[in-house]
């Protein structure tokens, strides 16, 4: 017998709240020295104007080096030749929910009882999408399982106007499920830094007018940046 698992009371709450709300939502100087008399022998003198421009060259190159370097921090880059443009800061992110993203949820045809979830970042900061979706149909008192084998590496960051997804098994393809029912309402809870705590508002994505049919088999993918690898 498949065992149900309770609802975090942080983030139950969060969704019985946005469940009550229409809509999807909306993240440093010395005596001078006396002339010495020109003679016929003028190696010391040469040898210390030499000396005197090496030195001087030297201090022009220290100069220029340590110029290049406050240029280069204040173009974002470092000694070490860092390219701007790569991932932003933990501290320059926000988390992604449905007040900085908007949400579809769309079953598909391959695999069969599998359902789509996109998440695409419509703020102005990079968002992360950390652990995985929090599923509830209607009012469903139970939290679907995550596919543990889907986990990445990484926490799963969006850009502005770039996509997150996650794939959703509706319900056994070989109907061992039990207590199969119709959804007729989805709503998508998103964690915060730590597990199972708000990431924020939630958001509710439209489903087919039909509704969406699914069991105790019910599981979902953790966030990825990858369509096809959320629904493989």
């Known amino acids: 017998m498949r065992k149900y698992h309770a609802l975090p009371v942080a983030l139950l709450a969060a969704l019985a709240l946005t469940a009550c709300q229409d809509g999807t939502g909306t993240q440093d100087e010395g005596a001078a020295k006396p002339q010495l008399t020109a003679t016929a022998n003028t190696a010391p003198t040469d040898a210390a104007s030499d000396k005197a421009g090496d030195t001087a060259a030297d201090t022009a190159t220290v100069a220029k080096a340590t110029k290049a370097t406050k240029a280069a921090k204040a173009k974002g880059t470092s000694a070490k030749g860092t390219k701007p443009g790569t991932a932003a800061a933990p501290a320059a992110r926000v988390s992604c929910n449905g007040a900085n993203t908007t949400v579809t949820a769309k079953p598909v045809r391959r695999p069969i009882n599998h359902m789509l979830i996109t998440v695409k970042n419509t703020g102005s900061k990079a968002c992360d999408l950390t652990y995985y979706p929090v599923l509830r149909f209607d009012e469903m008192q139970w939290a679907p399982q995550p596919i543990e084998e889907s986990k990445p590496q990484a926490v799963t960051t969006l850009a502005p106007g770039e ?17 199969g029912t119709t959804g007729r309402k989805l709503t998508v809870g998103f964690q915060g830094r730590t597990p199972n705590s708000s990431g924020g508002p939630s958001a509710i994505p439209q489903l087919p007018s039909e509704g969406v049919y699914y069991d105790s088999s019910l599981t979902v993918t953790y966030w990825l940046r990858d369509m096809d690898e959320a629904l493989s």
Do not use: H, I, P
């Open 163 to 179: 996509s997150g997804y996650a794939g959703v098994a509706l319900s056994a393809a070989d109907g061992s499920g039990s207590g």
